[in-house]
């Protein structure tokens, strides 16, 4: 007799899917934006990416529900699903290891919480400012508020525009820790919103000198580790995100900006009505006599339009090769570990490193749901995929 589900549904007919991160029309707009980019290059691996699957079996009973497998192109910087996939694997692999060291360990003592902030700048410094002065300003932002266990990145575009000017921001995530002697105790994790601005509006005067009329933007939020998961994780996954991430939902899922459509413009400009008109309105067109045929009004799409693509995929190339760079200082640096330990009272034996983990649910990823026992290594049906299985956000 077949085992059944608290919903009465046998467990040799479920089967559990993997998270896709993008659907398949999704997936045909992304690249034929990239196509338009004269970036064919990554067409072919990101129109297969996880097209394919594979389904495994438990090695202990075949009845046991089954796992399927995307077969992903692996190309991290230019395939949203992949870089998707690598910063939500990074968040849990992070998540997993503050809430195992720390939290787990201070659940009797205090309730371990993240706390987010975003720092900005003035539009006036985004073009001329530099990372390292960038990096003093946090820090001395931080010293002020009496952080001691806290981590960033430093991102020089705008979520909402990724190829538009550079918008240089700081996303900073810390644990309201501090050490007190030889013991670890609840850092303040509420901070008066007003002082904070203060504070950074001083830090940006001091290391550039440059006088600040009115606020400064200061965003911050907080998450508990152990009772909020999902958020916590969702802060750590924008950290660790790729830019073509943003540029995905900027120009395919949430269409806030549309990179294709200047380079389909064709105009003419009259002289005798003063105004452009659309190359396809050929009745206009043929009732003026007197237009104009200069590179910067004929919209020649040879000359213009084609300057502003080769920027377009200039800056695209750039994303593929950044990647995401999160440093952690503090308390959270390699450096002082050993004194983390001491101050949670943890051995060797009980401290668990960011590699451990990461093998950890590695493995545990192999294993059969129902029993924990390993899958089998071989897949033992195979497929393509339908479409039965798009993402919902």
């Known amino acids: 007799m077949s085992q059944l589900t608290l919903q009465l549904q046998p467990l040799d007919e479920i089967e559990i899917k993997p998270y896709r991160w993008t659907t398949l029309q999704e997936q045909k707009e992304f690249i034929e934006f990239l196509d338009a980019m004269d970036l ?50 990074r968040a849990e692999i992070m998540y997993q290891w503050i809430k195992r060291n720390i939290a787990d360990k201070l659940f009797y003592t205090f309730d371990l919480k993240m706390n987010q902030i975003v720092l900005t700048l003035p539009e006036d410094l985004h073009s001329d400012i530099e990372n390292k002065t960038f990096v003093k300003m946090i820090k001395s932002f931080i010293k002020k508020c009496g952080i001691e266990a806290w981590g960033y990145v430093i991102q020089n575009w705008h979520s909402s525009n990724p190829l538009g000017e550079k918008f240089i921001h700081a996303h900073i995530l810390s644990l309201n820790i501090r050490q007190d002697g030889k013991r670890l105790v609840q850092n303040d994790y509420y901070f008066d919103v007003e002082k904070m601005r203060a504070d950074w509006k001083e830090s940006i005067k001091k290391e550039t000198g440059f006088e600040i009329e009115g606020e400064v933007n200061v965003h911050t939020e907080y998450r508990s580790v152990l009772d909020q998961k999902d958020e916590v994780k969702h802060l750590l996954e924008y950290v660790y995100r790729y830019p073509v991430t943003d540029l995905f939902k900027a120009q395919v899922r949430n269409k806030t900006v ?53 920027d377009l995929a200039s800056k695209i190339s750039e994303m593929v090769s950044s990647k995401p760079r999160l440093v952690w200082c ?12 001491s101050l949670l009272d943890i051995g060797d034996s009980l401290w668990q490193n960011l590699k451990d983990i990461e093998i950890d649910l590695e493995v545990r990823s192999h294993n059969c749901r129902d029993c924990k026992h390993p899958l089998e290594k071989r897949p033992y049906d195979r497929g393509e995929y339908i479409g039965d299985n798009e993402p919902i956000w």
């Open 330 to 341: 503090g308390l959270l640096t390699s450096a002082k570990r050993d004194l983390l330990q």
């Open 40 to 89: 064919q290059e990554y067409h072919h691996k990101l129109g297969e990416c996880a097209k394919k699957w594979k389904k495994f079996r438990c090695s202990n009973d075949h009845t046991h529900s089954k796992k399927l497998v995307y077969e992903s192109c692996g190309l991290r910087g230019i395939c949203p699903r992949c870089s998707m996939a690598y910063a939500s694997k």
């Open 258 to 310: 549309n990179y294709v459509q200047p380079l389909q413009i064709e105009k003419k400009f009259c002289v005798s009505c003063y105004e452009h008109i659309p190359i396809e309105d050929t009745e206009r067109l043929s009732h003026c006599r007197y237009l104009r045929h200069d590179i910067q009004d004929a919209w020649d799409r040879t000359t213009s339009n084609n300057i502003v693509q080769i």
